[in-house]
C-alpha cells in the first residue's frame, strides 16, 4: 500500500473525489468538479484544494500535458476499500468481525442474492481459499 503502509484516511468529499478518478481512469480537476455535481455544487478551488491534498498524501499524481493537470489514483478501490474496512472494524466494532457482520444484516435488507454470495465466500474461506 502507498503513503507508507499506513491506514487510509479519506473523508467524504475526498472519497468522492477518488472515485471520480477511479471511474475514468484519471481526470482533471474540472472532469471531477463536473462529476460531483449531482452531488451540489462545489468550487473548482475546493476541489482543486483537495486534490492536492490527496496527492501530498500520496493517494493521487499529477501528470501536466499542454498546462493541464490529468491527476491518476495511486491506490486501488481494493486497497482503500481494505484499509477503510479494517480501520472501521477497529475503531467501530472493536475489532470483531462477527459484530460487523451482524450489525449489516441487521441494518440492511439483504437480497437471496447476496445471501448466497456471503455464505460462498465464507465456504471459500473454510476451505483455505
Known sequence: MAAGDKAIRLGRLELDIMKA???RNGATVREVQAALSSRG???YSTILTM????????YLKHE???R???YRAVLTRA?????LLADLVD???DGSAELVVSGLIEHRRLSRVEL???RKTLKGRRAGK
Do not use: P
Open 51 to 58: 486534490m492536492r491534498k490527496l496527492e501530498a498524501k500520496g
Open 116 to 118: 448466497d454470495d456471503i
Open 68 to 70: 493541464t493537470f490529468t
Open 21 to 23: 478518478v477511479w471511474d
Open 64 to 66: 501536466e500535458k499542454d
Open 41 to 43: 455544487a462545489r468550487a
Open 79 to 83: 486497497q482503500v476499500r481494505k484499509s
Open 91 to 93: 475503531r467501530v466494532f
